[in-house]
């Protein structure tokens, strides 16, 4: 199992443009999340899906969007990239919802907006 | 009351040292705590994680004091390594199905 992929690894975006980041998990988990890490800030939650065609917005959701067509797949999607959107994105993914299951992280995607 | 507080921000602990890490949180509806670890380039992995109604769990060198009335729970490395050089998050969960509320993070430099 290749456990939770993220593409690309490294993204430079000039302020407006706009960008798909990608996650796939081959783990068949219901549950799957958006995080961006930022420098001393922890990971604040973006959006997460509890299933196919359905997703909540988390801590942070403005300026991005998401959508989950499939259990594998679960985009995320920047419109307007501005330089606060400057971060390392992070996907993760568990077999349930509650706390108890183990979140698996993909390897991140850096992305800069300049 | 959903924050969790992780302290300290940054810790350096000589190899075979002991390292600690503290984490304080507000809403005692929290159920679930667990620490995440994570190595520079990669994404957090899950470490340990200890459920209110336990006062510790320990897995190897890696043991979680967790303190219900105090409102605090803290990570502890025994005979810390140079491998063990990573960040470490502190989560909390809130019942049902939440999410996890993450720390800031503690950036551990175990120096050999």
Not at chain 1, 32 to 38: I, K, P, V
Not at chain 1, 103 to 108: A, I, R, S, T
Not at chain 2, 60 to 67: A, E, K, L, P
């Amino acid at each position: 199992n290749a456990g939770v992929t993220q593409t690309p690894k490294f993204r430079i975006l000039k302020i407006g443009q706009s960008m798909t980041l990608q996650c796939t998990q081959d783990m068949n988990h219901n549950y799957m999340y958006w995080y961006r890490q930022d420098p001393g800030m922890g990971l604040k939650l973006i959006y997460y899906s509890v299933g196919a065609g359905i997703t909540d917005k988390g801590e942070v959701p403005n300026g991005y969007n998401v959508s989950r067509s499939t259990t594998e797949d679960f985009p995320l999607r920047l419109e307007l990239a501005a330089p606060s959107q400057t971060s390392v994105y992070f996907c993760a993914s568990s077999l349930q919802g509650d706390g108890f299951a183990e979140q698996y992280f993909g390897p991140g995607t850096r992305l800069t907006v300049t | 009351q959903q924050q969790v507080k992780q302290s300290p921000q940054s810790l350096i602990v000589q190899k075979g040292g002991i390292s600690i890490i503290n984490c304080a949180y507000e809403n005692t509806a929290f159920d679930y705590f667990p620490w995440y670890q994570q190595f520079p380039g990669k994404g957090p992995a899950l470490l340990i994680a200890i459920r209110p109604d336990v006062s510790e769990k320990k897995e190897g060198r890696f043991t979680i004091s967790f303190n219900k009335s105090a409102k605090q729970f803290s990570l502890h490395i025994m005979d810390s390594q140079p491998g063990d050089s990573a960040t470490y998050f502190c989560a909390a969960h809130l019942g049902g199905y939440s999410t996890l509320t993450f720390g800031k993070g503690t950036m551990l430099l175990v120096s050999p």
